[in-house]
């Protein structure tokens, strides 16, 4: 139980920092980032959007849909096994995702969101907590 509820805290704080992105590009303020480098350089770069879609609002549906799979063990035991087989490889997915948008801001936009990279983090450790669920 208590991966479990490192994947749901873990997801929690995934849906805060991109919900975070979200509300502070839809109302048009500016992000203020705590480590120097100027966020908005990143978040509004050519990179903000993937599939047509901004990074920061793809990023809120993937910790949503973790969330929702994580609680679903909870409330539908019977289904834990099949979601258990599935979050390695979503988690996985995701933990890519982040580490192209970090490769990204590394070697072509050269500046740093404080934000995105909390998010890469958090996917990254989601990733490995999946993992070490499978195990368990």
Known sequence: MVF??????????????????????????PLICPIGDS???????TWSHMFGVRTEVLGLLYY???????????FAPSLRSSIMSLLPWVTGGGALF???LVSLQAFVIKKYCFYCLVSAGISVVLFLTS??????
């Open 4 to 29: 479990e509820t490192l994947f749901i805290v873990l997801s929690v704080l995934g849906i805060i920092d991109a919900g975070f992105l979200t509300y502070k590009h839809t109302r048009k303020q």
């Open 39 to 45: 966020c908005s350089a990143v978040t509004e770069s």
């Open 64 to 74: 949503l849909s973790l969330l929702g799979l994580i609680v679903g063990i909870l």
């Open 98 to 100: 982040s580490l192209f």
């Open 131 to 136: 993992i070490r669920l499978l195990i368990v």
